[in-house]
């Protein structure tokens, strides 16, 4: 599956995957700090060194320990991993792509909102 694909076949059950009130929560939070460890981390690899990379690796971590926790609370679970191609691939869509997208669209908040939220 090429990654326009793999986009398609994310975001088709996405808002299934996201209605408990506490992972939505999670996500709201983790996802942009996910953005700033990347970035953190990629521009310390160009730019600033060991430290600073390190950093960046640990907020993506943290954030990708958070979301997994979250999932954990759905009622519908995410697909498993094919491989570690598949899973940073779906990963890497779901943090730049999916998830804004959940956002922008007004998805995340509607079912915030019949989450109890």
Do not use: C
């Amino acid at each position: 599956m090429n990654f326009s694909e793999l986009l398609e076949w994310q975001w088709r059950d996405y808002s299934s995957r996201h209605r408990n009130h506490a992972n939505l929560i999670i996500h709201i939070v983790a996802v942009p700090v996910f953005w700033l460890g990347a970035v953190d981390f990629l521009s310390a690899l160009l730019l600033s060194g060991l430290l600073h990379t390190l950093a960046g690796a640990l907020l993506i971590g943290l954030s990708l320990f958070a979301q997994g926790k979250g999932h954990e609370l759905e009622k519908v679970q995410p697909e498993p991993y094919r491989d570690m191609a598949n899973h940073v691939q779906r990963i890497v869509a779901e943090q730049f792509i999916t998830f804004p997208r959940f956002v922008v669209s007004g998805q995340w908040y509607a079912n915030l909102r019949r989450s109890g939220g």
